[in-house]
């Protein structure tokens, strides 16, 4: 299976808990489990961009290339990755299953 994965942090104090390599190293592991692809050029990464915000350079790139049909799962560390905001969540989500994309959200 193709996947992208997509991992964010927007703080200082989030940066220092859960750093994007950690998010992006428990999404790698997961999919080399599932035996699964990854591109690098799948790897969507935020940093210093808030949740609260839908428009983050690295979701829209995800997003656009989500329309692309470049990959047929996206993975990420939890939900709130994506927006911190439920409906914003929600719309991305509705987005990618509109796509035909299978989302997964791996802990």
Known sequence: MRTAIYARVST???AQ????EQQLSRLR????????????????VDNGHSGAKLSRPGLDS????????????V?????????RNYVHQMLVLEELDK?????????
């Open 29 to 44: 592991t997961r999919i080399k489990k599932k035996h699964w692809s990854l591109d690098p050029e799948h790897v969507f």
């Open 75 to 83: 993975l990420v560390t939890e939900p709130d990755r994506l927006a």
């Open 12 to 14: 200082p104090g989030q």
């Open 99 to 107: 796509k035909g994309l299978l989302y997964r959200s791996e802990t």
């Open 62 to 73: 995800l997003r656009d290339r989500a329309a692309l049909a470049e990959f047929d799962v």
């Open 17 to 20: 808990a859960q750093t994007i």
